[in-house]
């Protein structure tokens, strides 16, 4: 992993065999995110597993093998008293350009990842709404 700040974005290059959680984790901690968004992703990733929300308590989730161009990533990062919490959805593309898309649950670098990141000190906190059984996102500090 590859990573540098300048203003408030953080540039970040992830390599083959690398997890993107793992990596995104540490990018995080070096560059000391409170909250951040994806601007902007690309590259592919394998051995991953997608989820949809079907209802409280089950993510439906599905594994693929394969490696699957990454055509999007999108979502937040909030720290949590020291502990990152992702909520990232992607949408792959297989060599039949065929698509899948969902909660992006786990994933492991195929070629590459090319990731921007929009840092802010925004003040995001998740907590399980019983209704749903979702973690959900709430502004702190007014």
């Known amino acids: 992993m590859q990573s540098k700040e300048e203003g408030s974005l953080i540039f970040i290059r992830l390599f083959p065999g690398e997890d993107i959680y793992h990596e995104l984790e540490k990018v995080c901690q070096k560059h000391k995110v409170e909250t951040a968004v994806v601007l902007s992703c690309i590259g592919q990733l394998k051995q991953f597993e997608l989820g949809y929300f079907k209802e409280k ?36 593309g297989n060599e039949e350009k065929n698509v899948v898309g969902g909660h992006l649950i786990k994933g492991i670098v195929e070629v590459t990842n090319e990731i921007v990141l929009l840092k802010t000190s925004l003040k995001l906190k998740r907590r399980l709404e019983e209704s749903t059984g979702l973690q959900g996102v709430f502004l702190e500090g007014g």
Do not use: C, D, R
């Open 57 to 92: 308590g089950n993510y439906t989730p599905q594994e693929f093998q394969k490696p699957h161009e990454l055509l999007s990533l999108a979502g937040s990062i909030s720290n949590q008293e020291g502990k990152y919490n992702f909520h990232l959805h992607v949408v792959l």
